[in-house]
């Protein structure tokens, strides 16, 4: 427990800064571009994103599961992991450059083409540091992954600030200053992961293969719906509306995704812990603890968040994104819900059962859909949020009834506090302030 609440307070505070920094850029990008610079550049980088989610089968959510599991040698699962990172790269790249050139119209009213082809340049980055970042995890080297996660979005701010804040420059040198803080880290993130490894076997293991695209094709569904509910309201919002309003959107949407930190950095060191775990009593009980107290902490900092909300939009973005502040008050309660998603979710996909997060993903996602389509027309990004925070309950509520089957525990057990939980607060305080003696 001490190792968990120590990892899981280390990652959390290596996010809550990466957090700041993120907020920190939609600041500096918001304030220099203006709501449709914003919506340029939020959709323009969300593209080779939405690519790969397609393109790229889950193999590397498998490395840290496995690796977790210590089935299979470092070497051997690095690089198989980096032969099929490269292949899925020019392949979804090719793709990419097609959508652009025969529906970038289409798909993309009022972004201008150059954009996109740039963001294609960020898919290879995106590929091998997230598989870096789950090598890193599957082997619980939790200080190193908050390193090079903190190291990325620290270098970003600094080239943000400069050509944007400093030198005004405009939505191309923003993406630019991505690429180029991605390069930067994954030289250091490769020289990490290669030590941890001690070196590289590109001999294709095939059982290794076979496992973790069997394994990563049941997360991959769940990738893509979930990055689909996330952010399909965002390309919708630009289709049926403009880059503008996109941009107040993603205002609010950045800020209000802050919420959820806590519960993703706990999720993120939950589930090489369930995976790895011997004891199923001990799982059975240890995750509806951590669920309980992170929407205990999540309702209050919602609350805080809720009533300064006014304020706070117009500080950090200026007035003119004063129209993002219903739709950021909207939010706040969906992410209420999916914070505790986080957790059942990485406790299934620790259990080896990936496919019922697709399943409630699933189900959102669809809900997500139709309620965007009907509602944005009518009320705009009000309408959007609205959507947003409905599938994100019923995602939360159907997640819950698949977690108490595989589990055996109760609905009281799951999401009411305890007096014994604050225990807990004890341990953390312990952990962050006692000294060694």
Known sequence: MGVFVKNTLITFLTRVITAVFTVLITVIIARSLGPRGQGIYSVAVLFPSLLLIFTSFGLNSA???????????????????????????????????????????IFFPDIEKIYLFLSLFLIPLFLFFNLGCQFLLGLQ????????????????????????????????????????????????????????????????????????????????????????????????????????????????????????????????????????????ENIKNFTPLVLRNILFISFFIISILFLISGWLITFLYSENFSSAIMSFRILLIGIFFVSGWHILANDLAGRGKPMLNTYSIGISLLLNIILNIILIPFWGINGAALATTISYTIMFLVTIAFYIKESNNSLRDIILIKKEDFILYKEIYENLFSRKR
């Open 141 to 280: 080297k939790i200080k190193k992954y908050n390193i090079i996660s903190f190291f990325q979005s620290f270098l970003f701010l600094i080239f943000t600030a400069f050509f944007l804040f400093l030198l005004h420059f405009g939505v191309t040198v923003t993406i630019f200053s991505q690429i180029f803080s991605y390069i930067i880290v994954l030289l250091f993130l490769i020289f990490i992961v290669l030590k941890e490894a001690n070196g590289v076997d590109f001999k294709l293991n095939r059982f290794y293969l076979k496992e973790s695209l069997s394994y990563g094709i049941k997360t991959h569904l769940a990738g893509i719906f979930d990055f689909l509910h996330s952010r399909i309201d965002l390309f919708l919002i630009n289709f049926f509306l403009n880059p503008f309003f996109a941009g107040i959107y993603f205002a609010s949407v950045r800020l209000a995704e802050g919420v959820w930190l806590f519960s993703i950095s706990t999720g993120t060191i939950l589930l090489p812990k369930v995976a790895s775990e011997k004891n199923t």
């Open 63 to 105: 490395v840290a599961y496995f690796l977790g599991k210590d089935q299979y040698p470092k070497k051997q699962v690095l690089g198989t992991s980096i032969i099929f990172n490269f292949l899925i790269s020019v392949f979804t790249v090719f793709i990419g450059y097609l959508i652009i050139i025969f529906w970038g119209n």
